[in-house]
Structures are given as structure tokens and as C-alpha cells.
């Protein structure tokens, strides 16, 4: 009797059925599937993040560039041939058609040849203007300065702004003396990449258009 009651509660033990052991891994299956896609959704979600961030800082850094070395530039002139060489922080600004993409040159010795400094990739158009900062017919408008604005479209952003030329005049025999677009009473407009307003792209001819001009550093204030 002892014997047969040991062996009856020893047989009486249930394990998991079949139904049971395909049922929880159906709900392990589900969990690792919800976490899976909630990681790789956090993970696209941070990559897009860091894109952005990285995309403003670039933003942030060629706007910096134009923005500085514009405003105290000296000797701001438009030609159309592109300079070998010159004195040392000599500049140029030019656009590359086949490259689309808008340069910065830059001679960093007495005699040396111009040198790649920046670089803004993947160009679909640009757009610069310059004009008198006052355009009107008072004596002293010989002495007011030009003010540049430019929008510079990519594949991504824009870069765009207004800069006043603090070191370039009506009355500066050193800036704009060859100019192409009637400055310095009228003011020029360049325009850089293809012309789309017929529905058939077409090279502006003002692609071969080179902007020159001397950096400057800007002079520390003085404390009493």
C-alpha cells in the first residue's frame, strides 16, 4: 500500500503540455520582437539626430567663415579670371560648374599660389548681390560702404544672410575697379549653377565669375 501511493503521487506530477510550451514561446517571441524594433527605432532616431547636429555645425561654420571674413575684407573687387598667385592672404571666392561646388582660395605666403581653404559641396545655385549700403543721392553716399547678400542653395541646406562691407566704398579706388555688372552707381548681381526657368537647365553666364578680396583681422578694441 505504501509502495502504491509513493508511486501515485510520483506519477501525478504534470509537466508543460505542448500547447503551453508553444504558447509562451509565442509571447517571448512577441517581447523580443517590440524590443527589437523599439532599439532599432531609438538607434535611427539618435543617427538622425547626430545627422542634423553635425549638418547645423557645418551651417553654423561656413556662415561663421563667410560672415567674418566679408566684413572687415579689403580690396572686395569681381573679375572674371581666376588669379595663379599673390600676397599672402590674398582671397578669391569662385564656383567649380563640374563639381558644383563654391570655393574658397586662399595664398598663404608673399608670391604663393592660391590654395584651397573651404569648400561647400553639392551646389544647386548661389546668388550674390552687392549694392550701396545707401543708395541715395546725398553727398556723402561716395563714402557709405556696400552690403553683400548671398543665398547659397545645396542638396541639403541653405546658406543665406547679409553682411554690411565695412572696408570697401564708392570712394576706394582699391575696391570693385573691375567690376562686371556696373558697380559701383548700380550695384551687381551674380548668379552661380544653372538657370531652370525655361524647364531646361542653362549655365548662367556669370559661372565664370570670381570675387577677390584681401582678409583682414579685425582690429582689438582698445580699453582705457
Given amino acids: ?18 500547447v503551453e510550451v508553444i504558447a509562451a514561446v509565442a509571447v517571448l517571441s512577441i517581447i ?4 527589437i524594433s523599439i532599439f532599432l527605432a531609438v538607434q535611427k532616431s539618435v543617427s538622425h539626430t547626430s545627422e542634423i547636429t553635425v549638418d547645423q555645425y557645418n551651417t553654423t561654420q561656413v556662415e561663421r567663415f563667410i560672415r567674418n571674413e566679408f566684413q572687415v575684407a579689403s580690396g572686395v573687387t569681381i573679375d572674371t579670371t581666376v588669379p595663379v598667385s599673390g600676397d599672402k592672404d590674398d582671397m578669391i571666392c569662385y564656383y567649380d560648374a563640374g563639381q558644383k561646388r563654391v570655393c574658397f582660395s586662399r595664398v598663404m605666403v608673399d608670391g604663393g599660389n592660391y590654395e584651397d581653404y573651404l569648400t561647400i559641396d553639392s551646389v544647386e545655385s548661389v546668388q550674390i548681390k552687392f549694392n550701396k549700403l545707401d543708395i541715395s543721392t546725398n553727398p556723402d553716399a561716395g563714402s557709405k560702404p556696400y552690403r553683400m547678400t548671398y543665398v ?27 567690376m562686371a555688372g556696373g558697380l559701383p552707381d548700380t550695384g551687381a548681381t551674380i548668379n552661380w549653377g544653372d538657370d531652370n526657368s525655361s524647364g531646361t537647365p542653362v549655365p548662367y553666364s556669370t559661372n565664370s565669375t570670381v570675387i577677390k578680396f584681401h582678409s583682414e583681422v579685425a582690429a582689438e578694441v582698445s580699453t582705457p
Avoid: E, H, R, W
Fill in 152 to 178: 547659397i542653395d545645396t542638396l541639403d541646406y541653405q546658406y543665406s544672410g547679409g553682411i554690411v562691407l565695412g572696408n570697401t566704398c564708392p570712394d576706394d579706388g582699391a575696391s570693385f575697379d573691375n
Fill in 1 to 18: 500500500m505504501m509502495f502504491k501511493k509513493y508511486f501515485s503521487k510520483k506519477n501525478s506530477k504534470k509537466g508543460f503540455t505542448l
Fill in 32 to 35: 523580443s520582437g517590440a524590443t
